[in-house]
C-alpha cells in the first residue's frame, strides 16, 4: 500500500519540477501513513485521539523519502511514527516503519496497513 505512495512522491518531484504536484504526493504519501499507522496501532488494541500530524522533511537525495508523524493515544501517551524509503524511484524500493508508543517499539515493519505481513 505504502510502496505506491512512496513511488508516488519521487517521481512527482522528479518528473514534473511542479511544486503543485510536489505537495499533492507528499499529501498523499502523508495519509497513506497516518492511515496505515492507525491500523497497525488498532491491530494492537491502541487508540489513538485523533489523527496523526505528519510531516515530510526534506529530503537530502531525490531516492530517500522521510516521514514523521506525532500523536496521542486516548490514554495520553505519546506516538511516534518514522518512516523511510530508500532508492524510492526505482522498482523495488526499501521502506522502514517504526511506530513508538509512550517510548516502547510496538512496530517495525516494512510497510503498513492492509496487505501487509503481520
Known amino acids: 500500500m505504502l510502496r505506491a505512495g512512496a513511488l508516488a512522491v519521487v517521481l ?3 518528473l514534473s519540477g511542479c ?3 510536489t505537495r499533492i504526493s507528499d499529501g498523499a504519501y502523508r495519509t497513506a501513513v497516518t492511515d496505515g499507522s492507525i491500523r497497525e496501532l488498532q491491530e494492537r488494541g491502541i487508540k489513538l ?3 496523526p500530524s ?3 522533511p526534506k529530503a537530502q537525495s531525490g531516492s530517500v523519502v522521510v516521514i514523521d508523524c506525532t500523536g496521542r493515544t486516548i490514554g495520553g501517551e505519546p ?3 518514522t518512516g523511510t524509503t530508500a532508492d524510492a524511484g526505482s ?3 526499501r521502506e522502514r516503519y517504526v511506530i513508538m508508543v509512550g517510548g516502547r517499539q510496538v512496530v517495525d515493519k516494512t510497510c503498513l496497513g492492509r496487505g501487509c505481513p503481520s
Open 12 to 14: 512527482a518531484v522528479s
Open 19 to 21: 511544486e503543485m504536484m
Open 49 to 51: 485521539d485523533g489523527r
Open 54 to 56: 505528519c510531516t515530510s
Open 79 to 81: 506516538v511516534e511514527v
Open 91 to 93: 522498482d523495488h524500493p
